[in-house]
């Protein structure tokens, strides 16, 4: 009898070790089974409503799901939040065209894998899948301040999170601000304003038009009186020759 008791009781504590280990909540969402699927990841996630939307009507969500699949290159995704975008001005990104909608997926993408840690020591501007880093296109700076990573466009600065998802080859980090490029969200260059008037140009405008003129004493007048001057001294000549004729 002592010994059925013995066995019930390791029995029960037993069922409640099990209960209390299925109770528990994970620490963090487990991956999805099967091959990497970047909106999967988000979906479980949760809050990425936006994000995931963009992933599959650009179809860079395919993209970064075959790479993934089929090289050992890695990558880290920006994932901005829903909040995130709702703070963009109303109809922003209605307003992006179809291959600005995919710039702005790919600038989120970095084509490698990077840890928290490793984003203390990677080399600024980072290389992004949007392309060119050159100042007005599409650089992206990392700066860290502890365990704080901030991400900087050159239009806004956006803070780091959670890690959503890292497993040493693909790292999904939550962002609360949607990172804009230069290249697409850059203000346009003002107009460039007229060169102002010189001296001698201001001098020009202020002359009248009697002061142009050859009557006004320029320096064409002394050629027109030695002209008339020569005129007379004929006209004398020819009067005294005439008298000097008749005379004889």
Same mark, same amino acid.
């Given at each position: 009898?002592?010994?059925?008791?013995?066995?019930?009781?390791?029995?029960?504590?037993?069922?409640?070790?099990?209960?209390?280990?299925?109770?528990?909540?994970?620490?963090?969402?487990?991956?999805?089974?099967?091959?990497?699927?970047?909106?999967? #990841?988000?979906?479980?996630?949760?809050?990425?409503?936006?994000?995931? !939307?963009?992933?599959?009507?650009?179809?860079?969500?395919?993209?970064?799901?075959?790479?993934?699949?089929? &090289?050992?290159?890695?990558?880290?995704?920006?994932?901005?939040?829903?909040?995130?975008?709702?703070?963009?001005?109303?109809?922003?990104?209605?307003?992006?065209?179809?291959?600005?909608?995919?710039?702005?997926?790919?600038?989120?993408?970095?084509?490698?894998? #990077? &840890?928290?840690?490793?984003?203390?020591?990677?080399?600024?501007?980072? !290389?992004?899948?949007?392309?060119?880093?050159?100042?007005?296109?599409?650089?992206?700076?990392?700066?860290?301040?502890?365990?704080?990573?901030?991400?900087?466009?050159? #239009?806004?600065?956006?803070?780091?999170?959670?890690? #959503?998802?890292?497993?040493?080859?693909?790292?999904?980090?939550?962002?609360?601000?949607?990172?804009?490029?230069?290249?697409?969200?850059?203000?346009?260059?003002?107009?460039? +304003?007229?060169?102002?008037?010189?001296?001698?140009?201001?001098?020009?405008?202020?002359? &009248?038009?009697?002061?142009?003129?050859?009557?006004?004493?320029?320096?064409?007048?002394?050629?027109?009186? &030695?002209? +008339?001057?020569?005129?007379?001294?004929?006209?004398?000549?020819?009067?005294?020759?005439?008298?000097?004729?008749?005379?004889?």
């Amino acid at each position: 009898m002592s010994h059925l008791i013995f066995s019930l009781s390791l029995l029960a504590v037993f069922l409640h070790s099990c209960t209390l280990t299925l109770g528990q909540n994970p620490a963090s969402a487990p991956a999805p089974s099967g091959p990497t699927n970047i909106t999967k #990841i988000l979906e479980k996630a949760g809050q990425f409503t936006t994000f995931i !939307r963009l992933l599959r009507t650009t179809q860079a969500g395919d993209q970064i799901n075959t790479q993934l699949n089929n &090289s050992k290159q890695g990558m880290t995704v920006f994932a901005p939040t829903d909040n995130a975008f709702s703070s963009l001005k109303a109809g922003t990104l209605n307003s992006l065209s179809s291959q600005q909608q995919v710039q702005l997926v790919q600038f989120h993408v970095l084509p490698s894998f #990077i &840890s928290v840690s490793q984003f203390q020591t990677v080399s600024n501007p980072l !290389r992004t899948q949007a392309g060119d880093t050159s100042p007005g296109d599409f650089p992206l700076n990392v700066t860290t301040s502890g365990n704080q990573v901030n991400v900087s466009t050159g #239009i806004v600065d956006a803070t780091v999170g959670n890690t #959503i998802y890292t497993d040493g080859e693909l790292a999904v980090y939550q962002v609360d601000k949607v990172l804009q490029p230069l290249s697409i969200f850059a203000s346009p260059s003002p107009a460039t +304003a007229p060169a102002p008037a010189t001296p001698e140009t201001s001098n020009l405008k202020k002359k &009248s038009p009697a002061a142009l003129s050859p009557s006004s004493g320029s320096d064409d007048t002394p050629a027109d009186k &030695s002209g +008339a001057d020569s005129v007379n001294g004929v006209a004398v000549l020819g009067i005294g020759a005439f008298c000097f004729a008749f005379w004889l």
